[in-house]
């Protein structure tokens, strides 16, 4: 089963022949340093933006001092943001107000919270979920509709609600130690092309021995 063209920024072709604009592939479109993503991961809209880097990250400048990494095969739907380590302010003193940054010139290196946030391979952002600054999420994992995501997703975890907490794993633990071993997502594109029939069959051992 043949992957889609990463260079293509539109992956879906609708029965007239058109390309669907509501859904792109990230590393065709995203340009901003910071905002370091994946083969094969795609973003849907219903509104697709002009700047997919700037909607899905509105904090995420390109002179921020934090990274946003998204893996491969993440899935994206409409109306999920990042809220990135940019947009936080300074809670050790007083007060919260950003007084550095309404001076002349905001100080060099001035940024109260520089934590990367970070996105593994082949998760599954729904519709209307915010991904808040240094949240890390595990490879395989399933991030529920509107969850509101901080601190530590784990691989294969599947996390509802705000704040996001575990409901279950997809997998027991020794399939999920079985699947972040074979780490399908780093293969060569003709091996994961043979290899989609046994990831969407749910078979381990086919995939195993590929």
Excluded at 50 to 76: M, N, V
Excluded at 94 to 109: A, D, K, M, N
Excluded at 120 to 133: F, I, K, Q, T
Excluded at 145 to 156: E, F, Q
Aim: aromatic letters at 10%; hydrophobic letters at 45%; glycine letters at 10%.
């Amino acid at each position: 089963m043949p992957l889609p063209d990463p260079t293509q920024p539109h992956p879906i072709v609708l029965p007239d022949g058109s390309r669907h604009a509501g859904t792109v592939l990230l590393s065709a479109v995203i340009e901003q340093p910071n905002f370091i993503v994946g083969d094969f991961t795609y973003a849907s809209d219903f509104a697709p933006p002009e700047d997919w880097a700037t909607h899905l990250a509105p904090y995420l400048f390109p002179f921020s001092q934090e990274k946003l990494q998204i893996g491969k095969f993440c899935q994206i739907a409409h109306g999920v943001r990042f809220i990135t380590s940019s947009a936080n302010h300074a809670m050790d003193g007083l007060s919260c107000y950003p007084f550095p940054i309404f001076g002349e010139t905001v100080p060099e290196g001035y940024q109260p919270d520089k934590r990367d946030t970070i996105v593994g391979h082949d998760v599954w952002l729904g519709y209307g979920a915010m991904v808040l600054p240094g949240a890390q999420i595990g490879h395989g994992a399933i991030i529920g509709a509107g969850a509101v995501v901080r601190g530590t997703v784990p691989p294969y975890g599947i996390v509802t609600g705000n704040p996001a907490a575990v409901v279950r794993k997809r997998f027991d633990e020794a399939t999920i130690a079985r699947l972040l071993e074979v780490a399908w997502w780093d293969w060569p594109r003709d091996r994961i092309e043979a290899a989609v029939p046994a990831i969407m069959a749910g078979d381990v051992e086919a995939l195993e021995r590929l």
